[in-house]
């Protein structure tokens, strides 16, 4: 049966090209479809290792995609022409990797046999100016292009040197003005060319730039305002009860404002992203024009990605301990066991030194250290120093009194992992602060697979430190105070036990009592003695370089606030990358409840022939049943809606922690935010994309490491042209599977998961 299907389409292949003569592009593609389709199957049949397989079916679904592209152009263009160089159609393949730098595949697409008929002079131009110190000083090249147009006046290629000026303008010099002058310009001598049409589109979409501008302008004035107004509430005594009272009904009205807009912005955002989608640019120059929030920048920060649990505690120990001036760590999640007694003993340490320390954690996350009485203990040794704050994010009692508006912001937390030293050194990812980030899974089988990276750049230190201030400075992060009524305990032995224990651990040593440890002291350590006595991979600290096997490349931090304030330049730039991505996406993330401007998106992506490649969690392997109820909703939509798409899912050995991106072999985004609303929409989050292909190249062979190790979701279609399971959630139950279906069944709760 499988050599009569494969002979069958070698013969249908075969009389495809006898009817329509291929180009050599065409041709070319062809025989590359043909030759990988069958050692794809030599390989099935010969059983090869299924990591061999998956990567030789990729190989051949990725010729196949690009002959039918290829063959399509050709059915549709007659690209001998020059006269067509203005008015090619745009595709829907995946042939825009072989695009030369002169052109835009979002915007249009021109043939081999076009792009060879340009003139030499142009097309030179044209490969200065998008070149990356081209883009970065184009002002040469932009001045070479308005002369070759002026002296080409009435030729043919006229208007599309035209065209590249004008996205120039937009994209390189941020001109707007002088970008929709000159496309003003195109067309005079050709009005109906679908260039000229092109061009028309592309002056809407800058108007509707300078809407999405304003819109973004009203919610930071609403923003500021609402802000302004609630400091004034809190910082009226309740002795003053009037004023109190009508502080906050005014404090009321301007949030109910502020949530308004924002409501409104979102839904203006869906038809910005639709209509401008086409005129993405690559994800190199998105990452150009992205701005950081202090508008700083760093082309040569060294980065080293960390994957490894045991070395991303390694890399927190040694710059925590060598911190010489300041220290800011900033985690959703930070748990009272070895991992948590020992960090929060060296800041303890360090605080004794006189540094400067600054630690914000999420009222919901880390709740056994932050409640009042009963929590704070162990933070508030750490407060009895001047030289130090600690404060609590948005505890309950800072919202109740807005829930009946919008119950989110009762849960709204700052998901943020951070850690800034000394102004220098930065970490971030996905990792907690707990045994589950740092233990490997031989010495702990609860352990997640996470994605850290550490950066030193004084640079990338600032701006990560502006998006702590943001958040560490609102309204809602709380005070904690040493106060003798609200300390149980004395808790100092405690964070001294464990910063001993956990330091003559990693480094293989033996510990030593000290002889003059009291009775907490000796309490605490030998229960932490008999904490660590399993962890026999976690003692290989002794030498260890944080950034061995680094990368020097350009780094940016994007931020976004919770649901409590105005910037989501996260979601922003995601998908402005997934738009402008010309060869490959790759994602890795353990939440998967796509929203529908992430949705959107991808389907945006699928449908021009990019191939996106997607590591999750499955029901076995996720440490969240709610959100894995809502993929388990949504995973054949995604297959029916999104083409060009493949699932693989851990079996349930492993749990996916990490939240990585991997943006054509070029970006690389490592951080903490996940695919769903709680991110979207509700949480603080903050990640770090860096612009380095051998960067790129790491993370993305991390991930296939894990696709290597994962199933892959598949399906098939009926009769009639349904959606048929072939292999999905269902086939891989974790426990609670009847819950896991109830939950499925109840969507509105997509929004708070």
Same mark, same amino acid.
């Given at each position: 049966?499988?050599?009569?299907?494969?002979?069958?389409?070698?013969?249908?292949?075969?009389?495809?090209?006898?009817?329509?003569?291929?180009?050599?592009?065409a041709?070319?593609?062809?025989?590359?479809?043909?030759?990988?389709?069958?050692?794809?199957?030599?390989?099935v049949?010969?059983?090869?290792?299924?990591?061999?397989?998956?990567e030789?079916?990729?190989?051949?679904?990725?010729?196949?995609?690009?002959?039918?592209?290829s063959?399509?152009?050709?059915?549709?263009?007659?690209?001998?022409?020059?006269?067509?160089?203005?008015?090619q159609?745009?595709?829907?393949?995946?042939?825009?990797?072989?695009?030369?730098?002169?052109?835009?595949?979002?915007?249009?697409?021109?043939?081999?046999?076009?792009?060879?008929?340009?003139?030499?002079?142009?097309?030179?131009?044209l490969?200065?100016?998008?070149?990356?110190?081209?883009?970065?000083?184009?002002?040469?090249a932009?001045?070479?292009l308005?002369?070759?147009i002026?002296?080409?006046?009435?030729s043919?290629?006229?208007?599309?040197?035209?065209?590249?000026?004008a996205?120039?303008y937009?994209l390189?010099?941020?001109?707007?003005?002088?970008?929709e002058?000159?496309?003003?310009?195109?067309?005079r001598?050709?009005?109906?060319?679908?260039?000229?049409?092109?061009?028309?589109?592309?002056?809407?979409?800058l108007?509707a730039?300078?809407?999405y501008?304003?819109?973004?302008?009203a919610?930071?004035?609403?923003?500021?305002?609402?802000?302004?107004?609630?400091?004034?509430y809190?910082?009226?005594s309740?002795?003053?009860?009037?004023?109190?009272?009508?502080?906050?009904?005014g404090?009321?009205?301007?949030?109910?404002?502020?949530?308004?807009?924002?409501?409104?912005?979102?839904?203006?955002?869906?038809?910005?992203e639709?209509?401008?989608?086409r005129?993405?640019?690559?994800?190199?120059?998105?990452?150009?024009?992205?701005?950081?929030?202090n508008?700083?920048?760093?082309?040569?920060?060294?980065?080293?990605?960390?994957?490894?649990?045991?070395?991303?505690w390694?890399?927190?120990?040694?710059?925590?301990?060598?911190?010489?001036?300041?220290?800011?760590?900033?985690?959703?999640?930070?748990?009272?066991?070895?991992f948590g007694?020992?960090?929060?003993?060296?800041?303890?340490?360090?605080?004794?030194?006189?540094?400067?320390?600054?630690?914000?954690l999420d009222?919901?996350?880390?709740?056994?250290?932050?409640?009042?009485?009963?929590?704070?203990?162990l933070?508030?040794?750490?407060?009895?120093y001047?030289?130090?704050?600690?404060?609590?994010?948005?505890?309950?009692?800072s919202?109740?009194?807005?829930?009946?508006?919008?119950?989110?912001?009762?849960?709204?937390?700052?998901?943020?992992?951070?850690?800034?030293?000394?102004?220098?050194?930065?970490?971030?990812?996905?990792?907690?602060?707990?045994?589950?980030?740092?233990l490997?899974?031989?010495?702990?089988?609860?352990?997640?697979?996470?994605?850290?990276?550490?950066?030193?750049?004084?640079?990338?230190?600032e701006?990560?430190?502006?998006?702590?201030?943001?958040?560490?400075?609102?309204?809602?992060?709380?005070?904690?105070?040493?106060?003798?009524?609200?300390?149980?305990?004395?808790?100092?032995?405690?964070?001294?036990?464990?910063?001993?224990?956990?330091?003559?651990h990693?480094?293989?040593?033996?510990?030593?009592?000290?002889?003059?440890?009291?009775?907490?002291?000796?309490?605490?350590?030998?229960?932490?003695?008999?904490?660590?006595?399993?962890?026999?991979?976690?003692?290989?600290?002794?030498?260890?370089?944080?950034?061995?096997?680094?990368?020097?490349?350009p780094?940016?931090?994007?931020?976004?606030?919770?649901?409590?304030?105005p910037?989501?330049?996260?979601?922003?730039?995601v998908?402005?990358?997934?738009?402008?991505?010309?060869? /490959? *996406?790759?994602?890795?993330?353990?939440?998967?409840? +796509?929203?529908?401007?992430? %949705?959107?998106? &991808? =389907?945006?992506?699928? @449908?021009?022939?990019?191939?996106?490649?997607?590591?999750?969690?499955?029901?076995?392997s996720?440490?969240?049943?709610?959100?894995?109820?809502?993929?388990y909703?949504?995973?054949?939509?995604?297959?029916?809606?999104?083409?060009?798409?493949?699932?693989f899912?851990?079996?349930?050995?492993?749990?996916?922690?990490?939240?990585?991106?991997?943006?054509?072999?070029?970006?690389?985004?490592?951080g903490?935010?996940n695919l769903?609303y709680?991110?979207?929409?509700v949480?603080?989050?903050?990640?770090?994309?860096?612009?380095?292909?051998?960067?790129?190249?790491?993370?993305?062979?991390?991930?296939f490491?894990?696709?290597?190790?994962?199933?892959?979701?598949?399906?098939?279609?009926?009769?009639?042209? /349904? *959606?048929?399971?072939?292999?999905?959630?269902?086939? +891989?139950?974790?426990?609670? %599977?009847?819950? &896991? =279906?109830?939950?499925? @069944?109840?969507?509105?709760?997509?929004?708070?998961?």
């Amino acid at each position: 049966m499988k050599k009569l299907l494969c002979l069958m389409l070698l013969l249908n292949l075969f009389l495809i090209t006898e009817n329509t003569p291929l180009s050599a592009d065409a041709r070319s593609d062809y025989e590359n479809y043909v030759s990988t389709y069958q050692a794809y199957r030599n390989a099935v049949n010969e059983k090869k290792p299924a990591s061999e397989i998956l990567e030789l079916l990729e190989t051949y679904q990725n010729a196949k995609a690009a002959y039918e592209n290829s063959y399509n152009r050709q059915k549709t263009q007659t690209a001998v022409e020059p006269a067509d160089v203005q008015t090619q159609p745009t595709s829907s393949g995946s042939t825009a990797t072989r695009v030369t730098a002169a052109v835009n595949a979002a915007d249009t697409e021109y043939s081999a046999a076009t792009r060879a008929k340009l003139p030499t002079g142009l097309q030179r131009i044209l490969d200065q100016l998008w070149s990356e110190p081209g883009r970065k000083s184009p002002d040469q090249a932009m001045k070479l292009l308005s002369t070759f147009i002026d002296s080409n006046s009435n030729s043919q290629y006229a208007d599309l040197a035209r065209y590249e000026l004008a996205k120039a303008y937009e994209l390189l010099k941020e001109d707007a003005a002088s970008a929709e002058k000159v496309l003003n310009q195109i067309g005079r001598t050709n009005p109906h060319s679908r260039l000229a049409a092109l061009a028309k589109e592309r002056i809407r979409f800058l108007n509707a730039t300078k809407q999405y501008d304003q819109w973004k302008q009203a919610l930071n004035s609403k923003y500021e305002t609402s802000r302004e107004s609630y400091s004034k509430y809190l910082n009226t005594s309740w002795l003053a009860f009037p004023v109190k009272v009508t502080r906050w009904i005014g404090y009321a009205g301007k949030q109910f404002s502020f949530d308004k807009t924002q409501n409104d912005y979102g839904k203006f955002q869906i038809w910005y992203e639709e209509l401008g989608a086409r005129f993405a640019p690559p994800v190199e120059i998105t990452f150009d024009r992205f701005k950081a929030v202090n508008n700083s920048s760093d082309d040569n920060a060294e980065v080293r990605l960390v994957y490894s649990n045991s070395e991303a505690w390694y890399t927190r120990w040694k710059v925590l301990n060598e911190a010489r001036q300041s220290i800011d760590v900033q985690y959703f999640i930070m748990d009272k066991d070895i991992f948590g007694y020992s960090m929060l003993g060296v800041l303890l340490q360090k605080a004794r030194d006189g540094l400067k320390i600054r630690l914000l954690l999420d009222a919901r996350g880390t709740k056994k250290l932050t409640r009042k009485l009963l929590g704070q203990d162990l933070l508030q040794e750490l407060t009895e120093y001047p030289n130090v704050e600690v404060k609590t994010f948005n505890p309950v009692h800072s919202n109740l009194l807005m829930v009946f508006k919008d119950p989110r912001k009762l849960i709204a937390s700052n998901h943020d992992k951070i850690i800034v030293v000394d102004e220098e050194y930065a970490i971030i990812g996905g990792r907690n602060v707990s045994m589950d980030y740092f233990l490997e899974p031989a010495d702990h089988p609860g352990a997640y697979r996470d994605c850290d990276v550490i950066i030193k750049s004084h640079e990338i230190a600032e701006q990560l430190d502006y998006a702590f201030d943001e958040e560490f400075s609102k309204p809602v992060s709380y005070s904690i105070a040493k106060e003798l009524w609200g300390n149980v305990d004395i808790m100092s032995d405690y964070l001294k036990a464990g910063f001993d224990v956990m330091n003559t651990h990693i480094n293989n040593e033996r510990f030593v009592m000290p002889r003059d440890a009291n009775k907490k002291y000796l309490k605490a350590s030998a229960d932490f003695l008999k904490e660590m006595s399993g962890y026999d991979n976690l003692r290989a600290y002794t030498g260890f370089d944080p950034f061995a096997n680094s990368v020097i490349a350009p780094v940016k931090i994007i931020d976004k606030h919770s649901i409590k304030g105005p910037r989501n330049d996260i979601t922003d730039q995601v998908i402005r990358y997934i738009d402008g991505c010309q060869s /490959e *996406i790759v994602i890795q993330n353990p939440y998967v409840v +796509l929203t529908e401007r992430m %949705f959107n998106a &991808l =389907k945006r992506a699928g @449908k021009r022939g990019i191939p996106i490649r997607m590591h999750t969690n499955s029901p076995a392997s996720t440490d969240s049943l709610a959100t894995q109820a809502m993929f388990y909703a949504d995973w054949k939509r995604i297959f029916a809606e999104i083409p060009n798409i493949r699932i693989f899912v851990y079996k349930g050995a492993n749990k996916l922690h990490a939240k990585n991106w991997v943006f054509d072999h070029k970006i690389g985004v490592v951080g903490t935010y996940n695919l769903d609303y709680l991110s979207e929409e509700v949480n603080s989050e903050v990640v770090a994309a860096i612009k380095s292909k051998e960067f790129a190249e790491q993370l993305r062979s991390g991930i296939f490491d894990d696709i290597a190790i994962s199933d892959e979701y598949q399906v098939g279609y009926s009769s009639t042209g /349904e *959606i048929e399971s072939i292999k999905g959630p269902d086939d +891989l139950p974790g426990k609670n %599977f009847w819950l &896991l =279906k109830f939950i499925s @069944k109840l969507s509105f709760l997509k929004k708070i998961i």
